[in-house]
């Protein structure tokens, strides 16, 4: 409609390339300029018509703020709420009614066909964002914090560590996070050495430690090292994962003190008689139990394994800067693999009965070449699936990596996830997937469909149902590359929307604080009964 207009883009990034093809693709190579880095982008600003804010997600940006004192009329997405309460009370500003492209363009021609030429708004604005106020803010800030007293002390109670699955990923992510966020951090296995995830945490300032307990709970040994170091070290908050760390952590508060104790479910199975009756007895003991999925917090309530009053929901979170699409990752890969143009699947996770590779196999036996699959993975079925391979004929298709280090490089150079399961919790597997930008197949349990849209982001099968995932897996490779592209980015968006780790991690320490808020407040009360009475 407006055939002169001109798009001048200020800036420099990685995406700049494909947002030049995509230009010329659309034939725009004379309407939009590139200037690259531009030191001081607000001499740009008398010259132009308006200024344009196309983000996805925003805390409060610079460059708007700088455009609004400039008196330049305004067009912006709804990218965060600071955005949305400061354009509601500016003239000449329009706010796109959703982040998507054609909200953004209706909210441009509105704002073209109402603004005359090069017109200005008057705009008075409060201290809140005088640069001497934001100064005083900042002193504030650093004084509150050099007053502080020593931080928190968070220890997080696992099984192992020497097996790296969902829950031991989950947990290396919020020690390290914690950490990051200035909390003392302590790790405790209840057995192994912690292997090359114990360094990891070391070189991230996180405390390791194992019990080496060698007969599970019936170890005494391991009680009385727990006992004694709970009451040595005196950690603020207990947060054991997985039922025996749960069960330890519970009983051991009668003996030692922990102030918060928390324990968190990470699958929606129930498990054995025995661990439903440990659960139920003992969920008197913890303030909080936390699940890593709506469906893991209903399959226990519903067992009567934990207490409604005290049950929440806080999921898993993918660090999406870390966990992203890599074109140079993929194009090693697939050289170290000998691949053309064949279809790479990727299978991760633990070679246990509950994630039914055996049935992934026979899918892979129907399923239409060129593909290959690799699993990345160890555990006690290994020679069980690779006879199986074997006598699927699959021996030129399929590549067991064993044990993975670094898992993302695969996930990078993957053309589509796998994800076979009986039941899970929040399959973390999924979730670096949809980080990557990649579409998934996955059966349709519990837990994975809380994180795949079937047809949007991936498609869901029946579990246990050979035929119906080679069928899907198919259905995949069929797609056009262009629409497997589209979903593996509405994979990425949904995981940044459900699933961003900085966001797992606030709700994370928000809940500790409320339960150490919580527990501080009922000793004061106690102290003021004791000396009253």
Excluded at 47 to 56: D, E, K, P, Q, Y
Excluded at 212 to 235: H, T, V
Aim: glycine share 8%; charged share 20%.
């Amino acid at each position: 409609r407006y055939r002169d207009a001109e798009l001048i883009i200020a800036g420099s990034g990685r995406e700049e390339s494909a947002l030049q093809l995509q230009c010329h693709s659309l034939g725009l190579d004379s309407a939009v300029r590139f200037t690259g880095y531009v030191r001081r982008p607000y001499d740009l600003y008398s010259g132009a018509s308006l200024f344009a804010l196309s983000s996805r997600q925003e805390g409060l940006p610079n460059s708007l703020l700088e455009a609004a004192v400039a008196g330049l009329p305004i067009v912006a997405t709804p990218a965060s709420g600071g955005i949305v309460d400061l354009l509601r009370s500016l003239d000449g500003a329009w706010l796109a009614q959703e982040t998507t492209g054609a909200a953004l363009a209706s909210a441009l021609l509105k704002a073209l066909s109402q603004l005359g030429p090069e017109q200005r708004f008057r705009r008075s604005f409060s201290n809140e964002f005088a640069f001497e106020s934001a100064i005083e803010r900042y002193e504030e800030l650093i004084d509150d914090v050099g007053a502080q007293p020593e931080p928190n002390h968070i220890a997080l109670v696992i099984p192992t560590l020497d097996r790296i699955g969902g829950a031991e990923r989950h947990v290396m992510l919020l020690a390290k996070g914690l950490r990051s966020r200035n909390w003392r951090v302590s790790v405790m296995a209840l057995s192994g050495s912690g292997a090359a995830a114990a360094e990891e945490l070391a070189n991230a300032g996180v405390t390791f430690l194992s019990l080496r307990m060698r007969k599970g709970l019936a170890d005494p040994r391991g009680w009385i090292r727990f006992l004694a170091w709970l009451w040595r070290e005196r950690p603020n908050v207990v947060h054991a994962h997985l039922p025996h760390a749960a069960w330890l952590s519970r009983w051991s508060r009668l003996f030692a003190p922990i102030p918060v104790l928390i324990d968190t479910l990470h699958s929606s199975s129930t498990g054995t008689v025995g661990r439903r009756l440990g659960y139920r007895f003992s969920r008197w003991l913890p303030e909080q139990v936390t699940a890593v999925s709506r469906s893991a917090a209903d399959s226990h309530l519903a067992a009567g394994m934990v207490n409604r009053e005290t049950l929440m929901v806080l999921r898993n979170g993918i660090d999406l800067d870390e966990w992203h699409p890599d074109e140079s990752a993929r194009i090693a890969i697939r050289k170290e693999l000998h691949l053309a143009e064949e279809f790479l699947w990727l299978a991760a996770g633990r070679l246990e009965a509950v994630k039914d590779y055996p049935m992934l196999l026979r899918a892979m036996a129907a399923v239409s070449s060129p593909v290959q699959l690799v699993i990345a993975g160890s555990g006690p079925l290994l020679r069980n699936l690779v006879d199986l391979a074997s006598r699927l004929c699959l021996g030129q298709r399929v590549r067991f990596l064993g044990f993975v280090p670094d898992a993302k490089r695969w996930f990078q150079a993957a053309d589509g996830v796998v994800l076979t399961s009986r039941w899970e919790g929040l399959p973390m597997a999924l979730l670096e997937a949809a980080a990557c930008g990649l579409p998934a197949v996955a059966t349709n349990v519990p837990g994975s469909r809380e994180v795949i849209l079937d047809g949007e982001t991936g498609l869901l099968v029946p579990p246990m149902d050979s035929c119906a995932l080679a069928s899907a897996m198919n259905a995949l490779m069929k797609m056009r590359r262009e629409e497997r592209h589209a979903m593996g980015v509405r994979a990425r968006q949904r995981a940044a929307e459900q699933f961003n780790l900085a966001a797992v991690m606030d709700q994370c320490e928000e809940l500790y604080r409320n339960l150490l808020g919580k527990k501080s407040n009922q000793a004061t009360r106690l102290r003021s009964g004791s000396s009253k009475s």
